[in-house]
Antibody, heavy 127, light 108 residues
């Protein structure tokens, strides 16, 4: 069964740090790019960060750049999110998601979509 | 612009057809993907690209795109389709992702 399981969430004080993990199983983890997506309480989905299959390409939302760091260990089938200098506005459920792609010949673009999601882990930043 | 705009809420009578729309400049270049999220659950992919529906998603879900607007259509809405729906695409740089604000679908 294809599965993603997040862990590492919890309560942390403003300015603190936390490391989230996402364990992948049931597919060849090293072949896929991965995303972190978060959802603040009562709010919509927000893309946080992306990492390519070999870690060659990494992107961050402006709201987290310089504070959050995405990484992966393909040997351990794991994705990580190191969260530093946390703020109250980082309070959210954090989901990891697998990115699948196909090439669209009509547009000449590679189409990306998130076809597998974990159940999420909750991060609360509060004093 | 890197924003995607959705109507906050839409309602549909049971068995009728509803269209959920998503507008943004980047949709002129990139296809959208659509996600369904029920309360307390993770999002689920329901449609992506020009005409792709994941396995296990009912064929009453379909998608389309024209100009700066992507649409998700549910033909014959069921009670279990009541959920929040989010569109997602790339921004103008092509490297960052952006979600629409979400549409809460109510099935009456």
């Amino acid at each position: 069964e294809v599965q993603l399981v997040e862990s590492g969430g919890g309560l942390v004080k403003p300015g603190g740090s936390l490391r989230l993990s996402c364990a992948a199983s049931g597919f060849t983890f090293s072949s896929y790019s991965m995303n972190w997506v978060r959802q603040a309480p009562g709010k919509g989905l927000e893309w946080v960060s992306s990492i390519s299959s070999s870690s060659s390409y990494i992107y961050y939302a402006d709201s987290v750049k310089g504070r959050l760091t995405i990484s992966r260990d393909n040997a351990k089938n794991s994705l990580y999110l190191q969260m530093n200098s946390l703020r109250a506005e980082d309070t959210a459920v954090y989901y990891c998601a697998r990115v699948s792609t196909y090439y669209d010949f009509l547009t000449g673009h590679t189409v990306h979509y998130m076809d597998v999601w974990g159940k999420g882990t909750t991060v609360t930043v509060s004093s | 612009s890197s924003e995607l705009t959705q109507d906050p809420a839409v309602s549909v009578a049971l068995g009728q057809t509803v269209r959920v729309t998503c507008q943004g400049d980047s949709l002129r270049t990139y296809y959208a993907s659509w996600y369904q999220q029920k309360p307390g659950q993770a999002p689920v992919l329901v449609f992506y690209g020009k005409s792709n529906r994941p396995s296990g998603i009912p064929d009453r879900f379909s998608g389309s795109s024209s100009g700066n607007t992507a649409s998700l259509t549910i033909t014959g809405a069921q009670a279990e389709d009541e959920a929040d729906y989010y569109c997602n695409s790339r921004d103008s740089s092509g490297n960052h992702l952006v979600f629409g604000g979400g549409t809460k679908l109510t099935v009456l």
